[in-house]
């Protein structure tokens, strides 16, 4: 995880930025968090799906490395919001040395999952290509390769929970509130 003091050198007015693995709420978490928060709500897959289609056909089209680099890009426009937003990153956009290079004068909140509850999330897998054919092997395979990625990459770590999703947004304020200098919703 970063150290705080790193934090503290950053300035206000951050956007908050969720990373990890597959299946660990960033999507469905983060708009409950910006509704909590009264911030505005983007997730750079749903940009990236309005501007070049779905990604299932957008990586067998273009492949992954194509995902990323455009996926980057979208972040950096996304972060350059005029007003601080809760932005829900996909899971590999740390992949990326640039993406991790601009996420350093963010809010950078990682929600961790178990492996039943990735299982029990992921469904066929068939909205994320790099799955693949097995999904649950491959998502594991995937975790191990990232976890310290994410790590690194963190401000706040939510550790796994089996709280509802208005309770996990909860802990998230609580936890964005006791390592700012500022409340989160101001
Ligand atoms: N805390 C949670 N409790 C229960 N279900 C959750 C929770 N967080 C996410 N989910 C469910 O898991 C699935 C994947 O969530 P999603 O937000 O798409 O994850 P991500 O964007 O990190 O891949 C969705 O069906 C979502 O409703
Ligand atoms: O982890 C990944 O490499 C990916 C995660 C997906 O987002 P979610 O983490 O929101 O599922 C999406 O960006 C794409 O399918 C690739
Ligand atoms: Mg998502």
Redesign the pocket.
Same mark, same amino acid.
């Given at each position: 995880m970063r150290q705080p003091a790193a934090a503290e050198q950053r300035g206000d007015g951050r956007n908050i930025v969720l990373i990890?693995p597959?299946?660990? *709420?960033?999507?469905?978490?983060g708009a409950a968090l910006a509704r909590r928060l009264h911030r505005p709500h983007v997730d750079s897959d749903h940009f990236f799906v309005a501007r070049h289609g779905p990604i299932p056909e957008y990586f067998s089209l273009h492949g992954e490395d194509a995902f990323r680099a455009e996926e980057q890009s979208i972040v950096a426009e996304l972060l350059d919001s005029p007003r601080p937003s809760v932005i829900?990153l996909g *899971?590999g956009a740390v992949l990326s040395a640039g993406t991790r290079e601009l996420l350093r004068d963010q809010q950078v909140v990682l929600?961790d999952l178990t492996e039943d509850q990735a299982a029990l999330?992921l469904g066929d897998g068939s909205s994320r290509p790099i799955l693949g054919a097995h999904p649950v092997q491959a998502w594991k395979r995937i975790y191990a390769e990232r976890e310290q990625i994410y790590r690194d990459c963190a401000d706040i770590v939510m550790t796994p929970d089996d709280?509802?999703?208005d309770v996990?947004v909860d802990h998230i304020v609580r936890a964005l509130n006791t390592t700012s200098r500022r409340d989160p919703s101001v």
């Open positions: 990890g597959m299946g660990s *709420g960033k999507s469905t978490v829900s *899971g929600l999330r709280a509802h999703i996990r």
